[in-house]
């Protein structure tokens, strides 16, 4: 028998209800589910509509469901169709006719949200977690790299020498706009819609506002149709998550480019790194192309839960059943990305030699632009000529450093003996001492400003705890 099959007469074919079933995916809610059926039950008892009786036989129950569950001594029913109506069941089983009083002036409508917000509130907080731990390493190395010199790149070509520390306080800067995402989605998700019923609610009287606190919601949900049918929070969560994902997936490409010996910035961790079944002489970016290669199944699931929104009438549909699983495996994916990430990261052996070199060549040539419009040339005039400059290095197989002052002075008046100090990339950084540059002091006070944003990451309140 079915909890809903007072107005049926005929069983449900196995094949639909194979297909309608969910318990095979959403029985990662049981511990949700068995919270917010707890503190319902006390919201319950506490408006006179159990005794208080039949509150703590409702509670012990569910309490030693949960501890079969966690034992793995529960035998779960698909005919049952979902983990709600399981726990029900095995209520009902254990304690009789007080199990079947719990739901009263409850819908699974609005039992699933709260279960999905609850599961979404403390994934976020995980999330959030493991971002924070790769924001520690980028900062870590970026304080071992303060003085490597390295070229930056604009077109994946070389274009201005920066640091390592400044190139990786670019990932940080990133991730702290991630942080910010996921606290957002957090106070989306921090809605509790108990007491919203199927969709308008219940003529009971009960205490909307007492279960929300009891479970640490901020809020009860404002509007029934809405409190059902809103998946807004998934999708902020999937939707950071895919912001997350491609700054990862950037990182990761840096990584790959950077272990080829035609870059031979890194070597690659042998604890992150696999070979080839045919070549021995290989050792393969395996892990940072997985990271690169995972962003695009979280990219869409957030499409397909887009897809299955945008048509929905309210206010439940049972097409948001769909939700759950692209939710599910997008905290798996996020979650075990940033991890593996942090621990590549942290695990990289930068060449600091090789790096410098590759700093060099042409990557002052704005720099002698610069001097020239210091001495009153027009940018555009200055740009032409050490263009000009450019192409006869290349011409004669030579670098700017090369130069005489006399062969400057072939391109333009305006050189002067000082010209020849333009050339080291270390006094480049020192004149770049504009806020967010990568002049070594303002590097310092960046590394300053992200450990201060890491502790405020660290204070947020969903870290408090429920």
């Known amino acids: 028998m079915k909890l809903w099959d007072g107005r049926f007469r005929e069983n449900l074919e196995a094949g639909a209800e194979t297909f309608g079933a969910s318990i095979d995916f959403d029985q990662r809610l049981w511990r949700q589910d068995i919270r917010g059926s707890i503190a319902h039950a006390r919201m319950l008892a506490a408006c006179g ?6 509150m703590e036989q409702i509670v012990a129950g569910l309490e030693s469901i949960a501890a079969d569950l966690e034992a793995g001594q529960v035998e779960l029913r698909r005919e049952a169709e979902d983990i709600h109506m399981n726990i029900e ?47 520690e ?46 606290s957002h989605a957090y106070d989306a998700a921090d809605v509790c819609p108990l007491g919203a019923g199927a969709l308008a609610a219940t003529t009971l009287p009960i205490n909307r506002e007492m279960v929300a606190r009891e479970l640490c919601f901020s809020r009860v949900a404002e509007n029934s149709l809405d409190a059902v049918s809103d998946r807004d929070f998934v999708l902020e969560f999937t939707g950071a998550a895919c912001l997350i994902m ?117 990557t002052l040539a704005t720099d002698l632009a610069e001097y020239l419009v210091r001495r009153g040339l027009p940018f555009r005039q200055a740009h032409r000529v050490v263009g000009r400059l450019v192409g006869y290095c290349l011409e004669q197989g030579r670098a700017l450093a090369d130069l005489t002052l006399d062969e400057y002075r072939r391109f333009s008046p305006e050189f002067g003996p000082d010209v020849l100090a333009v050339g080291d990339p270390r006094r480049s950084l020192e004149r770049r001492d504009l806020p967010g540059g990568p002049a070594p002091e303002q590097v310092r006070l960046a590394c300053a400003r992200a450990r201060e944003q890491l502790a405020g990451n660290r204070s947020h309140p969903m870290f408090a705890g429920e």
């Open 89 to 135: 069941e095995l209520l009902t089983a254990r304690i009789g006719e007080a199990g079947a009083k719990l739901h009263t002036a409850r819908s699974r409508n609005d039992q699933v949200v709260l279960d999905l917000r609850l599961y979404a509130k403390a994934e976020l907080a995980q999330v959030a977690a493991v971002l924070c731990k790769l924001q």
């Open 49 to 54: 509509l159990i005794s208080r009786e039949e």
């Open 246 to 362: 491609m700054h990862l997936s950037r990182l990761a490409e840096e990584i790959i480019l950077w272990a080829t010996e035609e870059f031979g910035f890194v070597e690659l961790p042998d604890a992150y790194s696999t070979g080839s079944s045919m070549m021995p002489q290989k050792k393969n970016p395996d892990v940072a192309e997985l990271i690169r290669g995972k962003t695009g199944r979280v990219y869409g699931h957030h499409l397909a839960l887009l897809t299955v929104l945008k048509g929905l009438p309210l206010a439940y549909n049972k097409d948001l059943q769909e939700d759950k699983e692209a939710l599910f495996d997008t905290v798996d994916t996020v979650k075990a990305c940033l991890e593996v990430c942090a621990g590549l990261l942290q695990a990289l052996r930068f060449r600091r030699e090789v790096m410098a070199e590759a700093a060099g060549g042409f």
């Open 137 to 182: 390493v980028l900062l870590e190395q970026a304080k071992n790299h303060l003085d490597t010199l390295m070229p930056g790149y604009t077109h994946l070509q070389r274009a201005q020498p920066v640091t390592l520390a400044h190139h990786l306080l670019a990932y940080f800067a990133m991730l702290q706009r991630d942080f910010g995402r996921l």
